[in-house]
């Protein structure tokens, strides 16, 4: 094995390990000692995460450092669910699979993997974990997502489109306004959180604006750019 970790690879090795770690709380609620606990083992999940991303048994050179970051990042990410808890941590890495039916009569089928789905105090959160450039969920109106000219906010389509796949899916808390909120690891030694409530009215408006986008894509017709 290559004794690098190129940008791609520290992700995975970033959500596996926050993957591993939470495993054992699927469904149940996150307290401040559970909290202790996964600080406790946080190195041995970052180790693990090593062995089934990189396969390798030992951790040596240039992954040593790699291994220190990804501890110190877990370790901020439970520093903020200790201020956050209690809550309930719904899922890890979930995996969603739908077919969708355009107007057009073109069936689809779209997927996603949700970073994490958690509660609190009813209030439902889809948090995507980024570990690139600083890139925040916002955006002004649906439309925005879906505008031919300009930057696009491509995260917080990338959110809301999980956000509807959760509504097809009919996941918990699927009816609710939920908090999409993108964690950077590059400003978790900060305060910042960047985070947006999504109107449970306005996953309509985003199943429409989707459905009306694959329709043109798939329109032999319109010339495609």
Known sequence: MDDTV??????????????LL?????GKTVDEASVAEMMRRCRDAVKEAFRQIRQVSEITGR???????????????????????????????????????????????????????????GAYRIVDYKTGKKIHPDYS??????AREGEIPNTAFQLVFYLM????????????????????????????????FVPSQEYEDFRNGLSAL????????????
Not at 214 to 225: A, G, H, Q, T, V
Request: proline share 3%.
């Open 63 to 121: 992954n040593l450092i790699v291994l220190e970051m990804i501890v110190r990042y877990a370790g901020k990410v439970l520093e903020r669910e200790k201020s956050d808890a209690p809550f309930r941590y719904i899922a890890s890495e979930l995996s969603l699979t739908e077919w969708i039916t355009t107007p057009a009569g073109h069936r689809l089928r779209i997927k996603g993997k949700v970073d994490r789905y958690d509660c609190k105090n």
């Open 141 to 146: 109106s649906i439309d925005e997502l879906f």
């Open 165 to 196: 796949l959760i509504r097809i899916c009919h996941q918990e808390g699927a009816d609710t306004d939920v908090l999409l909120e993108v964690l950077h690891t590059n400003e978790l030694f900060g305060n910042g959180r960047h985070s947006m």
């Open 6 to 19: 190129d940008a791609s690879s520290f992700g995975d090795l970033f959500h596996k390990s926050m993957e």
């Open 214 to 225: 694959l329709d043109e894509i798939l329109n032999r017709e319109i010339p495609f750019s």
């Open 22 to 26: 939470h495993e054992p709380y699927l």
